[in-house]
């Protein structure tokens, strides 16, 4: 998540760009740049660390420019150094960038057969390359729009272009970007912090929006080149951290915040550029006869969504219990096994008593967190932390996929080390975990066909949820999310227990949600679909477009999520089945980012 400032001022903007990019220092960062217009030419300074680095650079090469964008870089494409931070020129442009471009590779080498050649070993280059060679007879809007369409990933950028002296453009697609409006200057940031000590007059850009400022205006584009007019919204400076944004609630905004919350994590856990993983701590997974998972609530679904991957993928047997039980019903453990603590807070204090006990017997421990301070951080051998921001939200949903994307990656490195699959194998799956964010995002534009479902799900007494495989947990956590903030019986089942029991439960009154991508369970699931058909339920089939092609007819409703390979479909899936809880707990007009009862971390017993 690394952090953007862009300024078009009326007075120096050397330390006015320093300022705002210590405030983005919470969303984490390993190098730092600044650029800026200085008699008609783009200057810039960078440096590898700390934003004081930066400042010592500055101290000796001051930048006299009024005109600037600022960037903390958290190293994905290429090391951390000089000579990969940002802002990148290339010709005439000089960009900044978050993100992951997934095409860079054959855009990289299309761009060398044209002549152009690389000082980076970053993504971020290919695009400020690529906007430099459409620059030629075309105006920069243009050549920004040509570009950008030319562009696979998820990304936030803010570019200056040599000759324009009184124009920063920008652009988003999966990671954010707002706009600040200012008295005579304009500014766009990464999120209302960013901007907060120069204006609290923001407008947030939509998915798939560009931006042109100057001195006194933006120029707005949605994503099919229209104009756009986005409101202008007053943020008190004092709430800017924890700014819900055109969102009604923070859990919406959490959602939304997904592709970029799993686009930080995943490029902390591999190498994009040999396409290998690089999991944290010394962990002999060939050694290793058992992997041991204790936690609660959510995280807990996430970790029986890891024991599929890492059991299918590395050959290690996985063992997931909810803490509350573990420690005592007296479980047998061996020194030879990894336990693996999952938990948003790391303070859950069912799971650290079960973390805990796991040391006591010998055993290595890693710990899955958000917070990388926290107890459990700090008594684990190794710490995975998920990158994903604060959440506010109570119930977990950017957490949920982060913790899904750290485990997703373990699964890999787990199995390249015991020798189950080879290096090709392993550069295959880690470009696959990479268009991760871009496909969730595309997931989320599903929320008006979802909102419209909800409507008669609020109705409902009592919703299931169905998926085999790694559905079946998100099956739970479907059910769990939809109990947890609308306050409707739900509850999530493996497919295959449908003729078990479940069955008896199907009227025409119950909305029975299936998972269902187009994978080796699909003519399962389809079986399923019309048995339950038969009985009158009322199916919402969550699927992709292979499965829509061949599901039996008679559903009520189809969502069609965009198509994936089955070792992200768990990512993808997850924000419709998240936005339907969340839709149907808006029309019942429940507190859904406090719901009653709960509490956002479980530190008693």
């Known amino acids: 998540m690394c952090g953007i400032i862009g300024i078009v001022g009326t007075r120096p903007v050397q330390d006015r760009l320093i300022e705002s990019l210590k405030r983005l220092e919470y ?7 600044v650029a800026g217009v200085v008699g008609g030419k783009v200057e810039r300074r960078r440096a590898q660390g700390k934003i004081r680095a930066l400042e010592e650079r500055l101290a000796s090469e001051p930048l006299q420019a009024t005109v600037g964008i600022g960037h903390t870089r958290w190293a994905t494409h290429g090391a951390p150094s000089e000579r990969n931070a940002h802002p990148h020129k290339a010709g005439r442009v000089t960009l900044v960038h978050n993100g992951i471009i997934e095409n860079y590779a054959e855009l990289r080498e299309a761009l060398k057969a044209r002549g152009r050649t690389f000082e980076s070993d970053t993504d971020t280059e290919v695009i400020a390359q690529l906007l430099d060679c459409e620059l030629d007879g075309r105006p920069p809007l243009e050549a920004l729009k040509t570009t950008l369409d030319q562009l696979k990933g998820a990304y936030a950028i803010g570019v200056l272009i040599e000759g324009e002296d009184s124009l920063v453009m920008g652009a988003r697609r999966g990671s954010p970007l707002v706009v600040g409006y200012g008295d005579g200057e304009m500014f766009i940031g990464s999120d209302a912090l960013a901007v ?5 007059r923001i407008a947030y850009l939509d998915e798939g929006d560009y931006v042109a400022i100057d001195h006194g205006q933006a120029r707005i584009f949605d994503e099919t080149g229209q104009p756009a007019d986005r409101p202008v919204r007053q943020v ?3 709430a800017a951290l924890v700014e819900k944004g055109n969102y009604r609630h923070f859990m919406e905004k959490e959602i939304h915040d997904q592709p970029e919350g799993c686009q930080h994590t995943i490029a902390a856990y591999v190498d994009t550029l040999s396409a290998s993983t690089a999991v944290p701590g010394d962990i002999d997974w060939a050694e290793l006869d058992r992997v041991q998972i204790v936690a609660c609530g959510t995280s807990y679904i996430a970790g029986v969504m890891g024991k599929y991957l890492i059991e299918q993928l590395a050959d290690l047997p996985v063992d997931v219990e909810i803490a509350s039980e573990f420690r005592y019903r007296q479980p047998a453990l061996r020194k030879d096994a990894l336990a693996i603590a999952m938990s948003q807070s ?4 069912d799971t650290l008593a079960a973390l805990r006990f796991c040391a006591s017997k010998g055993m290595t421990t890693a710990a899955v967190v958000n917070a990388t301070e926290s107890t459990m951080a700090r008594e684990v051998d190794v710490v995975w932390p998920i990158h994903c921001g604060p959440e506010i939200g109570v119930a977990s949903t950017k957490a949920f996929t982060a913790q899904v994307s750290v485990l997703t990656a373990v699964a890999i490195a787990a199995a390249r080390a015991r020798g189950r699959i080879d290096a090709a194998e392993e550069q295959r799956l880690v470009r696959v975990l990479l268009e991760a964010p871009r496909l969730i995002a595309e997931s989320i534009k599903l929320e008006d066909a979802v909102r ?13 949820y169905l998926g085999r495989g790694p559905m079946y947990p998100l099956a739970l956590e479907g059910a ?3 109990k947890e903030i609308s306050y409707i019986h739900a509850e999530g089942y493996a497919a295959g227990e449908l003729k078990h029991g479940p069955i008896a439960l199907v009227d025409e009154q119950t909305p029975i949600v299936i998972l269902a991508p187009f994978d080796s369970y699909f ?16 199916v919402i089939f969550i699927t992709d477009p292979d499965g829509e092609r061949h599901a039996p007819k008679g559903a009520r409703v189809v969502v069609t999520a965009p198509r ?4 992200i479909a768990p990512l993808v899936l997850s924000a419709p089945v998240q936005l339907l809880a969340y839709h149907v707990a808006v029309q019942k007009g429940a507190d859904v980012d406090q719901p009653r009862n709960l509490a956002k971390s479980v530190t008693v017993e």
Do not use: W
């Open 27 to 33: 969303r984490g960062y390993d190098s730092a740049g």
């Open 196 to 200: 907060g000590p120069f204006t609290n």
């Open 236 to 238: 008190p400076a004092s």
């Open 346 to 349: 790391g303070e859950t204090a």
């Open 452 to 464: 419209s479902i909800a409507q008669e799900v609020a109705k409902a007494r009592d919703v299931l």
């Open 480 to 482: 769990l999310k939809l």
């Open 523 to 538: 003519e399962k699931s389809a079986s399923n679909m019309q048995e339950v058909m038969a009985r009158g339920g009322q």
């Open 564 to 567: 994936c390979d089955p070792l």
